[in-house]
């Protein structure tokens, strides 16, 4: 088992930043792909970022690509999302999943079984 728990979330305007943490217990995920989803407020959960396990090759929506990084930190057992140039667009609950049967990252819900509770993001104009 996985736990994830997500932080960092906030109010911001835009153009700020934002880095969010998603920090695992119960055993190490350091191998595994680790992935970012956001879900507005009455619309589906969306892909926003994900990294390979044990690695740093990284994927990203069209949406946030250029805006958003996606880095791990084996030792801390965190894996983070940095957030720049936010738009109100950007609102969102964001979460944080990963996957012990997956090292490459994937952009699809399904891919991932342990999911955290979410952190919530809001940009205002």
């Known amino acids: 088992q996985v736990q994830l728990v997500e932080s960092g979330g906030g109010l911001v305007q835009a153009g700020d930043s934002l880095r969010l943490s998603c920090a695992a217990s119960?055993?190490?995920?350091?191998?595994?792909?680790t992935a970012w989803f956001r879900q507005a407020p009455g619309k589906e959960r969306l892909f926003v970022a994900a990294i390979k396990g044990g690695g740093s090759r990284t994927q990203y929506a069209d949406s946030v690509r250029g805006r958003f990084t996606i880095s791990r930190d084996n030792a801390k057992n965190t894996v983070y999302l940095n957030m720049n140039s936010l738009k109100p667009e950007d609102t969102a609950v964001y979460y944080c999943a990963t996957d012990r049967r997956t090292v490459l990252p994937r952009t699809s819900i399904s891919s991932y079984e342990y999911w955290g509770q979410g952190t919530q993001v809001t940009v205002s104009s």
């Open positions: 119960g055993r190490t995920f350091s191998d595994f792909a």
